[in-house]
């Protein structure tokens, strides 16, 4: 098992800021369609809807599909379940607040298919998969910060 936690302050000096629910509506628009936030990813569609807080998408990463199920915890939390793929487990994205400052923290506990937990290859797929994790953590709140400047459309989904 993979499991990484990287934090990031939302606001910084210099940048538009964002509340809790502008940072919200980032992770909703997000989790719709993450192509605006996140770099290494080539394909994202929703594929199911169940109820306002859930539903299902199609991601492609890397070459590789995968298939993932959405919780939406309003104005909180993230969670996205690996339903199919090489790549399985859970990744979450949650609004944290600390002293009055909002943190957007992503974490991730993943299971690398056909690897050894320990093994050397699981080692390496980790250190990949953290960089590439806490470059998304950055993108995503520049992505939110060029919707807050007006650079970006804030297009929420339909529910």
Not at 89 to 109: H, K, P, Q, V, Y
Not at 115 to 123: I, K, N, T, V
Request: charged share 25%; with cysteine.
């Amino acid at each position: 098992m993979i499991y990484v936690t990287h934090r990031l302050p939302v606001n910084e000096p210099g940048e538009p800021t964002l509340d809790r629910t502008a940072v919200w509506q980032g992770l909703v628009m997000k989790a719709n369609n993450a192509l605006p936030f996140v770099p290494i990813m080539t394909h994202c569609e929703v594929t199911a809807r169940f109820d306002d807080e859930t539903f299902e998408r199609e991601i492609e990463a890397f070459g590789d599909r995968y298939i993932e199920r959405i919780a939406l915890q309003p104005q909180r939390r993230v969670v996205f379940t690996r339903l199919a793929g090489p790549v399985l487990g859970t990744i979450t994205n949650d609004i944290e607040e600390d002293g009055g400052d909002l943190f957007l923290r992503f974490s991730f506990a993943l299971v690398l298919d056909g690897a050894q937990s320990g093994s050397l290859e699981e080692s390496a797929y980790a250190d990949e998969t953290t960089a590439h994790y806490v470059a998304a953590v950055g993108a995503t709140l520049n992505a939110m910060r060029r919707v807050a400047r007006g650079e970006a459309p804030a297009v929420l989904p339909a529910t």
